[in-house]
């Protein structure tokens, strides 16, 4: 897959892309968007995946297929600690929050300190740099609520679906409830086009 640049990606950010689309796709290049927030979301109707409606949605407007993250992440084959998965679980999608806005890389996580920390640090100096915040957002200090179940610290990457995540279930047990999800929905657009 080709990659955007450094200095073209800081420009999308959480941006509308559409002014570089032909440019990206002169170059060939792949671009997926993200979006901090419901009301991007209504425009981006492709993204923010967690439901099989929104699967058949995406595919009826052209989507070759559909990125999912959080609806997986309480599935029993991750093998994060049981802890993590069950704050998932009760999280909605209310309970996110975003940071990173002030290096053009927009991040939303579940909500916990670190997000606290980050928001005040970039509310303060809106000059921040990333050597200001590794300490807070490196890595390691997230994947430690994997093995820990202490979701209180790093950067947990979660999307609107924290709504959908109603159980820790096995994968094919979600797969089968959104395939379901999307034969619903596929019914519907069925009936539409008959009428």
Same mark, same amino acid.
């Given at each position: 897959?080709? &990659? #955007?640049? *450094?200095?073209?990606?800081?420009?999308?950010?959480?941006?509308?892309?559409?002014? /570089?689309?032909?440019? @990206?796709? +002169?170059?060939?290049?792949?671009?997926?968007?993200?979006?901090?927030?419901?009301?991007?979301?209504?425009?981006?109707?492709?993204?923010?995946?967690?439901?099989?409606?929104?699967?058949?949605?995406?595919?009826?407007?052209?989507?070759?297929?559909? &990125? #999912?993250? *959080?609806?997986?992440?309480?599935?029993?084959?991750?093998?994060?600690?049981?802890? /993590?998965?069950?704050? @998932?679980? +009760?999280?909605?999608?209310?309970?996110?929050?975003?940071?990173?806005?002030?290096?053009?890389?927009?991040?939303?996580?579940?909500?916990?300190?670190?997000?606290?920390?980050?928001?005040?640090?970039?509310?303060?100096?809106?000059?921040?740099?990333?050597?200001?915040?590794?300490?807070?957002?490196?890595?390691?200090?997230?994947?430690?609520?994997?093995?820990?179940?202490?979701?209180?610290?790093?950067?947990?990457?979660?999307?609107?679906?924290?709504?959908?995540?109603?159980?820790?279930?096995?994968?094919?047990?979600?797969?089968?409830?959104?395939?379901?999800?999307?034969?619903?929905?596929?019914?519907?657009?069925?009936?539409?086009?008959?009428?």
């Amino acid at each position: 897959m080709n &990659v #955007l640049s *450094t200095e073209v990606t800081r420009r999308l950010g959480i941006r509308n892309p559409e002014p /570089y689309m032909s440019l @990206i796709k +002169k170059l060939n290049l792949t671009i997926i968007h993200k979006v901090p927030a419901v009301r991007f979301a209504l425009k981006e109707q492709s993204v923010c995946i967690g439901h099989g409606s929104q699967i058949t949605a995406a595919l009826a407007m052209g989507a070759s297929g559909v &990125v #999912l993250g *959080t609806r997986l992440l309480v599935s029993d084959e991750l093998t994060a600690h049981k802890g /993590y998965k069950e704050a @998932i679980v +009760k999280a909605s999608g209310r309970d996110t929050a975003l940071v990173l806005h002030t290096l053009c890389n927009t991040v939303r996580s579940l909500a916990n300190e670190t997000t606290q920390a980050v928001a005040k640090m970039e509310a303060d100096n809106p000059n921040v740099t990333i050597d200001e915040l590794v300490p807070f957002v490196s890595g390691k200090i997230g994947r430690k609520a994997y093995e820990t179940g202490d979701v209180s610290k790093g950067l947990l990457s979660a999307g609107h679906a924290l709504g959908l995540t109603k159980a820790i279930a096995p994968m094919a047990e979600i797969f089968a409830q959104m395939e379901t999800e999307a034969q619903v929905a596929l019914g519907r657009l069925n009936v539409m086009q008959v009428g």
